[in-house]
């Protein structure tokens, strides 16, 4: 039913919007575990496939989402991801990649690609001396107002041709602000009647992430994306369905998008490239601790398939979850019956989901002890078991889903989603059945979902890489101060639950800068807000994102690989990682190092 094309008891007319309608929930669905799964009993659905096996079911309901349905199975739930951020060319070999007369590659012939909370088009980091945008071509899913992308259910796509006329219209009636309030307004196409507006970007992180990978050099303030000849393509991502920001407990005015709509991004820029017949280089600056942190993730499988695809390359956020006390190693011993975990809630958090994962082939169950004393004897759950608990007299509601192993590769999940939490120090009792040690993990959520002092008591630094960063074959991205030289301390360390290295390379981003917003007004003034400035992984990841820029203009534009996938593009970039200190590498905290183009370039030769 689901292989070759869209299907539903709608048609497909009345599909159209329904991803971004609040009536529909999604589940991420497998055209092999689950083809039919509920094709027997709703009439009101939709199914849209995304490739490699996998597809989105739009079902409508006006149920709240608990997650007790037998019928799903543990990824089918869409997770949803936070923003990874709170002098470097040098650093990174670009500089002297541009200037050497052997090279001088600026990523021309190339694409790169911004998924995330959109871009300031009026930004003249974004725009060429003519007024023309290097954007060409941005899907804003979060409006439904203008023309869909072709082979889409939503949002609304703007081509280069409608950002640049109306770019253009702007400048001709001198319709620009000048002061900072009215800077960050949407660009019109008529100032007076405001007949249709670019769209923008709230948030300012996407932006941020475009003008390190891409932005145009801007002499005056002394700045240059790293591939400032590369063309952009943008998706603005919607934010998360109220069903899910209330299922997964997600802070009011937390930014948050939803698993597949990503995918669907990853889907679209992929289709833009192909169209133009141009590489590029996906920059995903988003993460989450959702998930068993060995690649297994509905997004991160999606990613692995694309990266051994030519002409395509991910650079992901490795996380800023390194101190953030919300990972627990655990290990029951041959000798105890089970292994008591404290962790405490802070005043005032709502509630989260929290998962434990637990190593096969033993099996775990769970008891509980609340603030208050009341103590939840050990729960023998049945294998895809739902039960929900609830604590007096704080009023605290427990909902737990126990998933089997078999379903999500090997590994047992308990999945714990508190409502109406009490704050203070909680006891989670793991018991553990099998032979020899018994290890396990659990995770919290990321630091933007949670306040500060909802930790673990005993947290482990290690296994903190969020996802998608644990996706094979993409390159995951620690950050690091370039002007110390050492780790950004929030950096989420390795490695994967299944032994495989991440983060794969460390790139600048402690408290890297862009020129503030920069534009020729109508009146030919040139006008400039502060200094943005950002740390975190997600601009790690955007160095990376600009570098692959760069190496897939040798590789496809020059001519020196023109095979090379993501895959091969990690085994180059390693090869030229800077080793730097008295480490052993690979590592937990560096990968195999700092990434540096011309090291790898030099290693190759030219």
Not at 128 to 156: A, I
Not at 259 to 266: N, R, S
Request: with cysteine.
């Amino acid at each position: 039913m689901l292989q070759n094309e869209l299907k539903a008891m709608l048609n497909e007319e009345e599909c159209i919007g329904v991803p971004a309608d609040e009536e529909y929930q999604e589940y991420l669905i497998d055209y092999i575990l689950d083809e039919n799964l509920f094709e027997n009993e709703l009439s009101d659905y939709c199914v849209f496939p995304i490739g490699y096996n996998q597809s989105i079911i739009y079902i409508k309901s006006d149920n709240p989402l608990t997650g007790g349905d037998r019928r799903f199975r543990y990824n089918m739930i869409p997770k949803c991801y936070g923003l990874m951020a709170s002098e470097a060319l040098e650093e990174t070999g670009v500089l002297r990649v541009r200037r050497s007369p052997q090279l001088g590659y600026r990523g021309g012939g190339t694409l790169v690609a911004i998924i995330d909370t959109g871009i300031k088009l009026d930004d003249s980091l974004f725009l060429y001396e003519d007024g023309n945008s290097k954007v060409v071509s941005l899907w804003d899913q979060s409006d439904q107002s203008g023309t869909r992308p072709e082979g889409f259910l939503y949002g609304t796509e703007w081509t280069r041709e409608e950002i640049n006329n109306i770019l253009q219209s702007d400048m001709d009636t001198g319709s620009n602000r000048k002061d900072e309030k009215n800077d960050s307004d949407n660009i019109s196409s008529n100032s007076k009647n405001n007949v249709r507006k670019l769209p923008k970007d709230e948030n300012g992180h996407g932006t941020f992430l475009a003008a390190i990978a891409a932005g145009r050099e801007d002499i005056d303030q002394i700045f240059s994306g790293v591939a400032p000849d590369a063309e952009l393509v943008v998706v603005k991502l919607k934010q998360s369905k109220k069903y899910l920001r209330e299922f997964y407990s997600i802070p009011d005015g937390v930014w948050s998008c939803q698993e597949d709509d990503v995918m669907l991004a990853v889907r679209y820029v992929i289709n833009v490239a192909n169209k133009l017949g141009k590489p590029i280089s996906i920059c995903l600056g988003i993460g989450t601790n959702l998930g068993g942190h060995n690649g297994a993730n509905s997004l991160e499988r999606y990613i692995s398939y694309l990266s051994l695809l030519p002409k395509i390359s991910f650079h992901l956020a490795g996380g800023n979850e390194g101190i953030s006390g919300h990972h627990f190693h655990g290990t029951i011993r041959r000798e105890e019956q089970y292994q008591t975990v404290d962790f405490n809630v802070a005043e005032g958090e709502n509630g989260f989901v929290m998962e434990l994962w637990g190593d096969e082939p033993n099996v775990y169950t769970i008891g509980i002890l609340s603030p208050g004393g009341e103590n939840i004897e050990r729960m023998q759950l049945k294998m895809g078991e739902f039960r929900s608990v609830r604590f007096f007299p704080e009023d605290t509601l427990l909902e737990i889903r126990s998933f089997p192993g078999a379903t999500i590769g090997g590994s047992q999940v308990i999945r714990m989603n508190f409502k109406n939490i009490v704050s203070g120090i909680w006891k989670l009792f793991v018991y553990g059945t099998g032979n020899g040690e018994k290890q396990y993990d659990i995770w919290l959520p990321i630091s933007n979902f949670l306040k500060e002092e909802t930790v673990f008591i005993n947290p482990s630094s290690e296994q903190t890489v969020t996802s998608p960063g644990n996706a094979q074959y993409a390159l995951a991205y620690a950050a690091y101060d370039v002007a110390t030289g050492g780790l950004y301390v929030r950096a989420s360390k390795g490695y994967t639950r299944d032994g495989r290295i991440v983060p794969d390379l460390a790139a600048p981003g402690v408290s890297v800068g862009i020129p503030g917003v920069s534009r020729i007004t109508g009146a030919g003034e040139r006008a400039i807000s502060r200094e943005r400035v950002r740390s975190g992984s997600s601009v790690a990841a955007a160095f990376g994102a600009g570098i692959g820029a760069l190496m897939q203009e040798w590789a496809f534009v020059v001519g020196y690989d023109p095979f090379m996938n993501g895959q091969n593009m990690r085994t180059y970039l390693i090869q030229g990682a800077v080793k730097d200190g008295p480490y052993e590498y690979p590592n937990r905290e560096w990968g195999y190092g700092k990434i540096n183009i011309y090291n790898t370039l030099l290693e190759q030769r030219f």
